[in-house]
């Protein structure tokens, strides 16, 4: 990574890298920072985390970390700002080995009673650091089947995944997604590839992303098409000027064919494209052509690819050479090894479209009942700003679909029911919603909170 942040220095050191909140940040200034941090972290540690949502904070460390063949791994942000209470911060950095913190006021060792620096590796279970990983890179998962794995990434691949970026000096790229997020990460590496600008509010939500759009000019934006759906309630209810945007990227879910519409008539300027990544296998596929699911052709992808996709049982799986090294304290994952994605697809016509997740399959009395459609067709109905499809447990038939929408602002609840029951009385019996309830918010992937914008 500080490769990248040096090259544009050394073409343009006053062009600004990072805008926040609270400061901006040029490309000479994050690597001037990066530089004195790595010379404390050559001293010995060797995995730190960074206690911090704030990039001006986050980025120098992370190319400070990237520099030093130290460890560095983002902890996740309570409510997007700060870090989780003490105890969560105490069993993840003692899970991880973890010796030191960075935050706002540098870098700390933990715990902070310690005094003199721990020795370099001090707490791990991984001897294979030395061999496999020169400059590792830590990434947790979202702990959707439990507690968060610490996934291990080494700078080299990840920073090759950037190599066919373009130029673009004038871009200014909104981050929707967090620092210790995949996605995030993804997002970094490309806007310095391109020696471009990131913008960075703090938090990291929809309202304060779209103020953050027009107040710096925002040209590129990549987010989840829920991000999406609540910008575009956003600018209905405040009736504000729309972005000029040149560029919308969708990743983290599925993008039904309904919010590429609604996105095509919202910045009829911007161009739609559509990433497949996952923090275990890094970036698999960017679509253009702005619809739903994958080209076909992935699946045709010749031995020396980097990357290449096959269909098993109706599930994808994918060789990854630029993904992980393995998971924290585990052996190391074969790089030619195949993975199940847990995505579910089926090929129609020239398209691999998705129909949900493995572990998501509701069971309606023998039938297998996929809730990404039902999803997609709840998510056409006027009104409805996000919903949720899941399975309840029924005597009968074992499950039943059920659905919890939250309805836009100012739409009428009573209405909304009626209109997703009646753009699901064409799906199969088994996939019609035996249960709709109108909430305020909704439980999605990993545990996030989905509330109805005022």
Not at 58 to 81: H, R, Y
Request: proline share 8%; with cysteine.
């Amino acid at each position: 990574m500080i490769e990248l942040l040096r090259r544009v220095a050394a073409e343009d050191p006053e062009r600004l890298a990072v805008v926040t909140d609270a400061a901006t940040c040029t490309y000479a200034e994050l690597v001037r920072r990066a530089e004195q941090l790595a010379e404390t972290l050559t001293a010995g540690e060797v995995r730190f985390a960074i206690l911090s949502a704030e990039a001006d904070v986050v980025v120098p460390a992370l190319a400070a970390a990237s520099l030093a063949g130290a460890e560095a791994c983002v902890f996740p942000p309570e409510d997007g700002v700060a870090p989780g209470s003490q105890e969560e911060i105490d069993e993840l950095l003692a899970r991880f080995g973890q010796t030191h913190v960075v935050t706002a006021g540098g870098l700390a060792p933990w715990p902070p009673a310690s005094g003199a620096p721990s020795p370099a590796g001090a707490g791990t279970s991984l001897p294979d650091d030395g061999r496999v990983a020169p400059r590792p890179h830590l990434v947790l998962t979202t702990g959707t089947t439990g507690r968060p794995r610490g996934v291990r990434h080494d700078w080299s691949r990840l920073v090759r995944a950037t190599e066919r970026v373009r130029p673009g000096a004038e871009e200014r790229w909104l981050l929707a997604y967090g620092l210790h997020q995949f996605a995030g990460l993804q997002v970094l590496l490309h806007v310095f590839a391109a020696g471009a600008t990131l913008v960075a509010p703090t938090p990291r939500r929809p309202k304060e992303g779209l103020a953050a759009m027009r107040r710096h000019g925002v040209t590129h934006v990549s987010a989840t098409p829920t991000y999406w759906r609540f910008v575009m309630a956003e600018l209905r209810g405040d009736g504000g000027p729309v972005p000029a945007l040149r560029q919308i990227t969708l990743g983290g879910e599925a993008a039904p064919g309904p919010v590429l519409d609604q996105l095509r008539a919202t910045f009829p300027g911007a161009a739609l494209s559509h990433v497949y990544a996952a923090s275990e296998f890094g970036a698999t596929n960017s679509t253009k052509d702005g619809l739903p699911g994958l080209p076909a052709d992935v699946l045709t992808r010749g031995e020396d690819a980097d990357v290449a996709m096959r269909v098993v049982d109706g599930e994808l799986w994918v060789r990854s050479r630029i993904g992980m090294l393995g998971y924290h304290g585990e052996e190391p994952v074969e790089v030619d090894g195949w993975r199940a994605t847990g995505d579910l697809v089926e090929q129609v016509g020239d398209r691999l479209l998705f129909r949900g997740r493995v572990s998501e399959i509701i069971n309606v009395g023998g039938v297998k009942v996929h809730p990404l459609p039902i999803e997609e067709a709840v998510a056409a109905v006027p009104g409805v700003q996000v919903s949720r499809v899941f399975g309840r447990p029924n005597a009968m038939t074992g499950s039943i679909v059920a659905v919890e929408v939250v309805p836009a602002p100012g739409a009428d609840p009573d209405e909304v029911k009626a209109a997703v029951r009646a753009a699901c009385a064409e799906l199969p019996a088994a996939a019609r919603p035996r249960s709709i309830k109108v909430v305020a918010e909704v439980s999605m992937a990993g545990g996030k909170i989905v509330r109805r914008s005022q």
